[in-house]
Structures are given as structure tokens and as C-alpha cells.
């Protein structure tokens, strides 16, 4: 995922305060450090410019992930060399910067990722700050890239876990939880700013406060322990849409259906399965028990009805036979995955897949798999979507419209994460705004998207 930030960035009152692009690259998680860096920035009265060539300096917070995230952001910092010079280099990329300097000797600075202090000096060196800045230039919930009506809450930092295919935990290190308070004391200053949807966002949403050993800190009036179902239930008292994402399935999580029950979280679990074939899954360092994960779906569906799954898998992994993957494909229609995406395997440098000893499945059936894996999910999809028809559901607007003149109006439904998941097309009699929550009844449906009308 790919942002432009700068567009939604205030012009400084203060003609001379110098001026920063900002490209930020990657998954939401990414995101919310930009939106810390960018927040820090602002409130020692930096302006941001919409383009490269007009600023002091640019920051490019990069992707490392898959190679091909790698490719995109090289390529970001080349473009952002080229058309300034001025380039100080963050992110995930930024945890061996020696493969930076090693192609762009001349950026300024490479830091690693989360290390805003870095970031920051850096900039300030470039291009220092304005004396004396006007800090009430910063809102209290601080500087967003994200439209006002939902937010990126981050919970904790980095990962335990030794998946054989992901090089996060050398990227951003061991889990590092915040304390529960620190947690609820921003997601009060967004419900305060008009934020209707928080989204819970992690390496490892599930094991927020293991590293703390589930310590409690005090928040308003009462101790809360920073334990994943104590934090769901305190965030289920801000009267905002709150939905989960990045959540490894650990028995606990069972814990958090009964808050989807009593509405006070969304039906929605984002859940990254990555496959179902149980020798894949060993050979990942994933759970392995696909029975014992289908029979926990249908009580979580038992008990929450209207529950959406979404989840991301890999195919052409290392050794995956084509009965693995048909596996898989059988897997997916038994557990009726509401939303799903799939990647091809590639081979990072570093990750522990490579060490594995197992038979690379060639290019031609990686592809040939993915797109079997894309059209079964679609009939799935399409086949679970076809069954709201007639129905009515809540939706939160994203672009506005409706009216005599306006079009139709486009949002989401509690089953759809901005970005990833589907949409709902409206059709309004009354002008719809972005942030608006409306109840549509449900009128045509296809393998992504939902149509229907205001009511």
C-alpha cells in the first residue's frame, strides 16, 4: 500500500517554517509511525509540501517485507534523490541500513524502524526547525493520514513469533506492548475528535501484553490490565465502531466473541490463517491443527451468527504439493472465509524458509495456484454476499453523495475493513457525508461489493 500523506496535511501559518515530503510505504502499521513522525514534526512547526521538489528535505518511511515492497521503495527513494537530494530514509528497510547507503550512498541519514528520535534529529539537521514553535498547531489526537472519521489505533510494537517465511521480528524487533492506558487515553482523544471506527492494529494483535505480563495502569478512575479482551472490552465502551486486525489465533481470542455478541466490538476478526494443509503449516512454524481450527470457527459462528473472517494465505510455499493445495482450497470453502487474499511466495533474505531444504514450486504454479486460490474466493464470496440481499445493515460513509445530484454515495459495512475489504454502493434521497453511519437496506450484490439503499 502506497500513501501520498501530503494532501491531507495543514499549511503552517508560518511562511518561513521549512517544509518536509513525506512518503510513507507499507501496511497500516507503517503508517501510524508516519502519522507519530509527522505529528512530532508539525508541532515544532515544520510545513509539508505536496511534492519533492519544492521541500527542505524528504522522508521516505519504507517497506521491507516481501522483496517486491523492497523494489518499491528503493525505487521511492531513488525518485526522491532525483528530484531533491535531501533525503533522510526510515522504516522497515532501515533495519540493515547498509543495504541502503550501499545503493544511495548520498541520502543523509538511514534510521531503523520506530526510532522517531532519529528521524526527527535528522531532519532537523537538513533543515532546522523554526525558533520557538506554536506546539497549539498540532490537535490533540495529533497529526492523521487517514480520513476523520476512522484511525489506525496501534497497540503494540514488533513480534515473538518465529514464522519460517516473515522477517518481521528481525525488522522490529520483540513485542513490545504499550500499557493499557496509554492505549485508551488516545483512542479517547480520537473519539473526542469525531473518529467513529478504531482499528486495532499490530504485528501480533492477540498477544498485546504478554511482554508486560498483562500489567495493570490506571485510567480514569479504575486499574485495567493490558490484556487483549480486557483492552477490547474498555475500547467497547467508547460508542465507536472498534474492529481487530492482525489477530494470531490463540485459544484466548475464543474470549473476545461474547464482547461481538453484546455488540460492543465488531463481528470481525482479521485473522492471517496463511494455510491449512497441515505440513505446510509445520514447515511455516504456524498452528497446525486444521480440524481444531474449523471446529473453533463454527462455535465462533454459533455464538456470533453474523461473524466476517478475513484472512490472507500463501500459496506456493516451499514443498506445497498440488494435494496441499487442494487441501487449502477445500479448507477454504469449509471454513467459509468471508474475505481472503493470497500471495505468491518469495524468498526473502533472512527468513528462515530458505534454510528449510524443501523444493521451490516453480513460477508458472505459484501462478497457476494463485489464481485458482482468487476464483474460488470469489464464488465463496460472491455465494455469502448473495445471502444480505434483503437485508439491512449499518454502514459508515467513506465518500459522500446522494441527493438530488450527487450520486451514489460509497461506504462500509461492519463486515469491510477500509483498503482491503469490499464496499457498499448507496443510493440516497438526502445528501450522505463522509463519517455518516446509515442503516441501507441491501438490494444487489457481487463477488466484492454490496448495493442498496438508504432507509
Known sequence: MRENPNDNLTKSAVSAAPRVSFVSLGCPKALVDS??????????????????????????????????????SLEAIGAALGENGKVVVTGCMGAEPENILARFPDVLAVTRPQDY???????????PAPHDPFVDLVPEQG???????????????????????????????????????????????LARAGVKELLVISQDTSAYGRDLRY?????????????????????????????????YPYPHVDEVLPLMAEGKILPYLDIPFQHAAPSVLRAMKRPANDEKTLERIRNWRRLVPDLTLRST??????????????????????????????????AVAGAPAND??????????????WKRFMERQQAISARLLKQKIGQRIQVIVDEPG??????????RGKADAPG?????????????RAGDIVSVKVEGANAYDLRGTAT
Open 35 to 72: 502519522e507519530r513522525i509527522i505529528t512530532r514534526l508539525r508541532a515544532e512547526g515544520y510545513e509539508f509540501s505536496r511534492g519533492h521538489a519544492g521541500a527542505d528535505v524528504v522522508v521516505v518511511n519504507t517497506c521491507g517485507f516481501l522483496d517486491s515492497a523492497k523494489a518499491e
Open 117 to 127: 528520535e532519529s528521524v526527527l534529529e535528522a531532519v532537523r539537521a537538513a533543515a
Open 143 to 189: 497529526v492523521r493520514l487517514t480520513p476523520r472519521h476512522y484511525a489506525y489505533l496501534k497497540i503494540s510494537e514488533g513480534c515473538d513469533n518465529s514464522c519460517s517465511f516473515c522477517i518481521i521480528p528481525h525488522l522490529r524487533g520483540p513485542l513490545r506492548s504499550r500499557s493499557a492506558a496509554e492505549v485508551l487515553r488516545e483512542a479517547e482523544k
Open 215 to 247: 500489567a495493570e495502569s490506571a485510567y480514569q478512575d479504575r486499574a485495567v490490565r493490558a490484556r487483549f479482551v480486557d483492552l477490547a472490552r474498555e475500547l467497547g465502551e467508547f460508542d465507536v465502531w472498534v474492529r481487530l486486525h492482525y489477530v
Open 313 to 346: 494465505f500463501i500459496v506456493g510455499f516451499p514443498g506445497e504439493t498440488e494435494e496441499d493445495f487442494a487441501y487449502l482450497l477445500d479448507w477454504l470453502e469449509e471454513a467459509r472465509i468471508d474475505r481472503a487474499g493470497a500471495f505468491k511466495y518469495e
Open 356 to 369: 528449510l531444504g524443501l523444493p521451490p514450486v516453480p513460477d508458472e504454479v505459484k501462478e497457476s495456484r
Open 402 to 411: 446522494g441527493g438530488t445530484s450527487g450520486g451514489a454515495a460509497k461506504g
Open 420 to 432: 482491503v475489504d469490499g464496499a457498499v454502493h448507496i443510493s440516497s434521497r438526502r445528501p450522505l
